[in-house]
């Protein structure tokens, strides 16, 4: 199949469009400091401990992204790390509702996607 690339849009304060790496052997998705700072990401208050696929552990800042692919958008959580190129994890694609397809290398809907927002109203404490 080979390396699988996709064109994404990722928002914070900034968004930007790029083309950025599939990695269905990375749990959350992966792009370097300079990215997020062009985007604006706001980090956790602290670093988290992160495994690598080599099995390196390291302290890596950790925040939220919008994350937009076709007609489907989602917020999703990012790590953010030296790297030497963005990495879209199965995370986010499952909170997309996409897969890969290995026999066309692309991208394709595994569930329908739907987000639903709404309040939430609570009714009063009783005393």
Known sequence: MGHVYQRVKLAAVNEEDLNILVDTGA?????????????????????????????????????????????????????????????????????????VDPTTGSLTPTRSFTVRLGAVIMAPASR
């Not at 401990?49 to 950790?62: F, H, K, N, S, T």
């Not at 489907?72 to 953010?80: D, G, L």
């Not at 879209?88 to 694609?93: D, I, P, Q």
């Open 27 to 99: 749990t959350l998705s992966l792009i370097p400091p300079v990215l997020a700072d062009r985007l604006g990401i706001a980090r956790f208050p602290r670093k988290h401990e992160i495994v690598l696929a080599d099995g390196r552990r390291i302290d890596a800042e950790v925040g939220v992204v919008m994350v937009e692919i076709g007609d489907r958008k989602a917020p999703s959580t990012v790590v953010i790390a030296d790297c030497d190129e963005p990495l879209l994890g199965v995370e986010t694609l499952e909170t997309l509702g996409l897969a």
